[in-house]
């Protein structure tokens, strides 16, 4: 059941596209005030009920314990403390009892604290009293979940290419650095379906334009590469460029599209390209405009792209750099030892800070309404752009499309990537706890940059995250200008990654069948074990290893010299390994503590008994596999089936009933 309330005059998100009545009355769940002071949600918890959601945030699948701000952030550290990532995710799951969800449907800073200050106590609050909340009680922490993404809408569902393994790297400028990546994964026989394309694409960082000197006929290289198999996935930025005669800034200036400042002239921001405006997304017709704009790269081949740069990431403003010149001309005119050094680096560190959001705004139905009350909206406003344009452009096909910023809702136009993480050991068991919680958000086409964005990756965090990301919808490795060169091919023995890697395709199957399964009936791809195993105490606690669709549990390897793990087993399963000769290592184990060993070279998983897992061969290209003739295993002591999802990957004929296939096996005879 869910119940929605509503406070104050909530700004319309459109989250939750469900028409459901406001109750009346006081919730059902925890304590509400909400006055001129602003909103406070309070609600106890008893001692062991574990707190799950929260969407693309840090820390680990159970909340408890911790502080959060929903406050989209271009944030480079992904440390401990920090309080925001890109995105708002603002529900929360509460494990007690009766397992409840909590729906917090407000578009401005929204603080979390779940037993930090007192650890019984969760309390939710924001500034202005203007808000829904939505209560959802249900059987189980699985049937909140689905009732709460049936009342969100469906999830996007991406091409099937775009579950094929995708290398990226932030500088691929020219035609041959594209051709070199592609050279070098072919020749080692590495599978790869897609190469993305970054900010040196382009013209002078302007958006929906291609730098003509590198690419002087980019449909021929867009073909080039589509007849080697590959994808090519260009970025797009939020901010446009402010240059006269640019026809993107040209068009938004003469028709008020963009954001304005105090005065309400467009407002002007510092991002790659230098100054730039930012279109007003949540205006229809700005993002009608926008979105049609990404047709120039569809004309020239393009199926895919990745929206960034929109919590929107700001440098600094025109403001912000004329305080801080006037300080550093009074820090220059004084003597060095009375200048004040720490005030200067201060204010040069928050010209990029989160007080530039108040000094713009957006002008809806008339009405100019400061942005830092809409912040969280400003990226998913983009995706819904390109998502809406999408609709219109390619109404059969489906398009690749995922973003950096988000907030429920945005989930239903595009997937999302968790933005700049680190080549850190810590990250990659980051990337696994964050997985299952942006499913309960609805986000299920999503991934974190394999290997780590930022600093330099080693080979054996490369591989173990590899062995983690061929589990993950978007399985991308992505990496930072400056830092070590990430594609597989430059490490050595490449075909130990060509192996790890060949295992997703292998897999694929049973991912691609899984992942469109979760989006149409509105599941959880990727789930913690409590949901499965509610009455298991031990399985309740388990931060380190998901199941994973209808029967397959996994326990990845995230600790750096590890030669394996323990894992726990919540019933009897068979233990596989993917070995590196091709075969496989299968040995049946009982429920409970078991200690497994899996090289860097070698991909460890688990299927539940009376569970099936059918394997497709070896391929290089998702186009390449053949589906045809699958592999069924599985640990089998009676006949047992799995309904195996499969289309063609591109259009949307999700609902034909031809798409479900029965794949039976029967237990060996003795
Ligand atoms: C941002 C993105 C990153 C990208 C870079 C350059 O930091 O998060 O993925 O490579 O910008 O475009």
């Given at each position: ?35 001129e ?6 609600c106890?918890?008893s ?8 969407g ?22 992904h440390?401990?403390?920090v ?38 106590m969760?309390?939710?609050?924001c ?30 569902i ?10 990226s790297?932030?500088?691929y ?14 020749k080692?026989?590495?599978?790869l379906?897609?190469v ?7 013209e ?39 240059e ?28 790659w ?12 017709e ?15 081949g ?7 740069m929109?919590?929107?990431?700001i ?11 006037k ?17 200067v680096?201060?204010?040069s560190?928050g ?49 690749l ?34 997985m ?29 995250w ?5 589990f993950t ?12 060169r ?24 049973y ?13 959880m ?29 996994i ?58 897992l ?5 391929a ?18 009676e ?8 289309d ?23």
């Amino acid at each position: 059941m869910i119940q929605k309330y509503k406070y104050g005059i909530p700004f319309e998100t459109d989250a939750v596209p469900q028409s459901i009545p406001c109750a009346q009355g006081t919730p059902s769940c925890g304590t509400v005030t909400a006055d001129e002071s602003g909103f406070r949600f309070t609600c106890r918890m008893s001692d062991n009920e574990a707190v799950y959601g929260l969407g693309e945030a840090l820390r680990g699948i159970n909340k408890r314990g911790g502080r959060y701000v929903s406050f989209n952030t271009d944030q480079l550290f992904h440390m401990e403390d920090v309080l925001s990532l890109y995105a708002s995710h603002n529900f929360l799951l509460l494990a007690g009892e009766c397992p409840t969800g909590l729906f917090f449907d407000y578009p401005g800073g929204l603080e979390f604290d779940i037993g930090f200050t007192q650890q019984d106590m969760l309390t939710v609050s924001c500034k202005h009293a203007d808000l829904y909340l939505y209560i959802i009680t249900g059987s189980s922490l699985t049937d909140v979940v689905k009732q709460f993404r049936h009342a969100i809408g469906r999830s996007y569902i991406a091409p099937k290419w775009a579950m094929g393994y995708a290398q990226s790297r932030w500088g691929y400028a020219v035609p041959q650095d594209f051709r070199e990546v592609v050279d070098h994964y072919r020749k080692h026989h590495i599978p790869l379906d897609a190469v993305y394309m970054d900010i040196d694409y382009m013209e002078r960082f302007k958006d929906f334009t291609v730098n003509q000197e590198t690419f002087p006929d980019f449909p021929a290289f867009v073909s080039e590469m589509q007849e080697r198999g590959i994808h090519l996935v260009p970025i797009i930025d939020a901010a446009v460029k402010a240059e006269a005669g640019y026809p993107v800034c040209d068009e938004g200036l003469e028709n008020d599209f963009f954001c304005t400042d105090e005065q309400g002239k467009p407002f002007e921001a510092a991002v790659w390209p230098g100054l730039t405006y930012l279109p007003d997304f949540l205006k229809p017709e700005v993002r009608q405009w926008f979105g049609e704009k990404y047709h120039i790269l569809i004309d020239q081949g393009i199926e895919g792209f990745w929206n960034d740069m929109n919590e929107p990431a700001i440098f600094y403003t025109m403001q912000g750099m004329e305080e801080f010149r006037k300080e550093m001309q009074d820090f220059l005119s004084r003597p060095a030892e009375e200048a004040d050094w720490f005030r200067v680096r201060s204010l040069s560190s928050g010209l990029c800070g989160n007080s530039n959001y108040q000094q713009f705004y957006h002008n809806l139905n008339g009405e100019r309404i400061c942005h830092e009350q809409l912040h969280n909206l400003y990226g998913y406003n983009m995706t819904r752009a390109a998502g809406e344009a999408f609709e219109q452009l390619c109404p059969d096909k489906r398009l690749l499309l995922f973003s950096r910023s988000s907030y429920i809702g945005s989930h239903r136009f595009g997937g999302i990537w968790t933005g700049d993480n680190a080549s850190w050991w810590p990250h990659l068991l980051l990337n696994i706890q964050m997985m299952p919680s942006l499913n309960m958000c609805g986000y299920l086409f999503s991934g974190a940059d394999i290997g780590g964005f930022g600093a330099d990756v080693s080979r054996d965090l490369l591989l173990r995250w590899l062995a983690f990301g061929i589990f993950t919808p978007l399985m991308r490795n992505h990496s930072a200008k400056d830092t070590r060169r990430q594609e597989c091919f430059r490490f050595e023995h490449p075909e130990d990654f060509a192996h790890v890697i060949g295992v997703r395709y292998r897999l694929l199957p049973y991912l691609y069948s899984e992942y469109i399964k979760a989006a149409l009936n509105d599941e959880m791809y990727f789930r913690p074990l409590a949901f499965d195993y509610p009455e298991d105490a031990a399985a309740r606690e388990v931060e380190d290893q998901l199941m994973l669709g209808d029967g397959l549990m996994i326990a990845p390897v995230y600790l750096q010299n590890a030669s394996g793990r323990c894992v726990y087993l919540p019933e009897d399963m068979l233990f596989v390994k993917f070995l590196p000769d091709g075969t496989l290592h299968q040995e049946p184990l009982s429920k409970g503590l078991h200690r497994i060993s899996a090289a860097l070279n070698e991909v460890p998983l688990f299927i539940k008994k009376n569970h099936i897992l059918p394997l497709a061969a070896f391929a290089e290209t998702v186009a390449a596999l053949d589906e045809t003739h699958l592999e069924l295993i599985g640990w089998i002591t009676e006949p047992t089936s799995y309904t195996l999802y499969q289309d063609d990957g591109l259009t949307k004929d999700y609902s034909n009933p031809q798409h479900y296939l029965t794949l039976t096996k029967e237990p060996a005879k003795p």
